[in-house]
């Protein structure tokens, strides 16, 4: 193949750059205190002085106490209610939950129980984490009117049927009112202007179509419902997958494709522009255990993916895959060079991608006297790092030599040794003494000798 052909051949810059970039959420939301009187991070305030807080009034009865406990009664029965009515799919019973004087919320609320009508739910649930979660202005009370108001950080914890092992866990801020004795919902929208918003969900967007593979579950949103091409790139890339990781995983993955990019960096909380040069995401929580499998969502960028070739698609999917299939033995303390580099290394695997064409930065910086010294660091792979494209590359030729020279098998091993939970129920090992033990264990080399033999295999293999 001349050089020619390579040039024709190569991906696009900003896909090399972020080809797949992989968002890991933090496991495990902080439970929430539940004691009497008031959450954990201010102490319970004396009520009965009869100095409200501004902005707090008067939603907490005087008396403290027996009366919160009522409260919080009556709130998680009211969350019950609300589950019980999604389980059902009983949309009256939901909307019974939901403020009859907020007509707006309202109309919001029967549009994404109708959204949501096609996806298999296994579990729903409501846990109530943190009551008085954050503060109403006057304003939005003396609006809300009512005799109480309430407000709550609420965590929405769903399964998808054959799919998720473990509940999705999706933080909710939720504004609580009390009229003639009941309480609703509100508003789920109040707690973003003190920074905690709701997050959103896939039925939150628009009608979602749900497409059932033997890869799992995709979910489309809204007209864009041509899934087809999406279902071709998942169905390759499973096997793919799972030829190098091995069965022990579950061979399925839900897939989520928004309308737009817009809506995409809506389903991470985060600004449109941060995800415009992103093709994919997988969410998911780093650190379950194998008994604790965390409920992963590969969200793709549908805007980017419309400029990929097949090529192209299906080294995302792939990669994405494999931090899916991967997931129970990635840990907190596993390098991202290992996880990232592991994940292009099975990306690359069957594409015909050549170094030469899919590592041109590292090979621009070899070829300029920039060779590397050190395997990359956990914040080389931050977004904002201009040497971003680098550090991808720099971690798929550590693991594409481990598969080289010790072999796939090995390579996987690997990757299962430095995640492995520490013996005896010990606390999190330390990164660089899990590293040093996996070069010796599985490898028989030691950190320096890796690297060095690593150096000398990029500078071979970029020439
Ligand atoms: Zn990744």
């Given amino acids: 193949m001349d050089d020619r052909s390579l040039t024709a051949r190569r991906i696009p810059r900003w896909f090399l750059a972020l080809v797949a970039f992989c968002l890991v959420v933090a496991a495990g939301i902080a439970l929430g205190n539940l004691s009497l009187g008031g959450s954990g991070s201010s102490p319970p305030r004396a009520a009965a002085s009869g100095t409200p807080e501004p902005g707090q009034a008067a939603d907490r009865p005087a008396g403290t106490g027996r009366l919160d406990v009522t409260r919080h009664d009556e709130i998680v029965r009211l969350l019950e209610r609300r589950a019980a009515a999604v389980r059902d ?29 096609q996806i298999p739910f296994a579990s729903w649930d409501y846990e109530l984490v943190t009551p008085d979660a954050f503060t109403l202005p006057a304003v939005r009370r003396a609006e809300l009117g009512g005799t109480a108001v309430f407000t709550a950080h609420v965590d929405l914890a769903y399964r998808i049927a054959g799919l998720d092992a473990a509940p999705l866990r999706s933080p909710q801020f939720l504004t609580f009112v009390q009229r003639d004795g009941a309480w609703y919902i509100a508003a789920d929208g109040d707690g973003a202007a003190a920074g905690q918003p ?130 129970a033995a990635t840990r907190n303390w596993t390098p991202t060079w290992l996880s990232e580099g592991f994940a292009d290394y099975i990306g690359y695997l069957n594409s015909g991608q050549t170094i030469r064409s899919a590592a041109p930065e ?29 550090a991808y590359e720099m971690g798929w030729l550590a693991c594409r030599m ?62």
Avoid at 201 to 212: I, K, N, Y
């Fill in 89 to 117: 799919r009983d949309q009256a019973a939901y909307l019974a939950t939901v403020d009859p004087q907020a007509t707006a919320f309202r109309a919001v609320q029967a549009a994404s129980f109708g959204n949501a009508a």
């Fill in 198 to 327: 709701s997050a959103a969900q896939v039925w939150d967007l628009g009608p979602v179509t749900v497409l059932q593979t033997r890869s799992g579950i995709i979910l489309g949103v809204g007209a864009n419902a041509d899934l087809s091409a999406y279902q071709k790139d998942v169905e390759t890339a499973v096997p793919d997958v799972t030829a190098v990781w091995g069965p022990d995983w579950a061979g399925k993955t839900v897939l989520v494709v928004p309308a737009d990019q817009e809506q995409m960096a809506e389903l991470l909380g985060a600004e449109p522009q941060k995800y415009a040069r992103i093709a994919a995401v997988t969410t998911g929580e780093r650190g379950a255990g194998p008994d604790e499998a965390a409920a992963d969502r590969i969200i793709v960028n549908p805007e980017a993916f419309r400029e990929l070739g097949t090529v192209e698609r299906r080294v995302v999917m792939t990669h994405e895959i494999a931090h899916v299939a991967s997931r």
């Fill in 362 to 390: 590292l090979r621009r910086d070899v070829r300029d006297g920039k060779v590397p010294a050190q395997l990359p660091s956990d914040e080389q792979f931050e977004t904002t790092q201009d040497s971003l494209p680098q």
């Fill in 402 to 463: 481990i598969a080289e020279q010790w072999g796939g098998t090995k390579l996987v091993d690997f990757y299962r040794a430095v995640g492995a939970p520490p013996a005896g129920g010990a606390g999190p090992p330390d990164q660089t003494a899990r590293l040093a033990e996996a070069f010796t264990s599985v490898l028989g080399t030691t950190p320096a000798e890796f690297t060095a033999k690593w150096v000398a295999y990029v500078k071979a293999q970029v020439k």
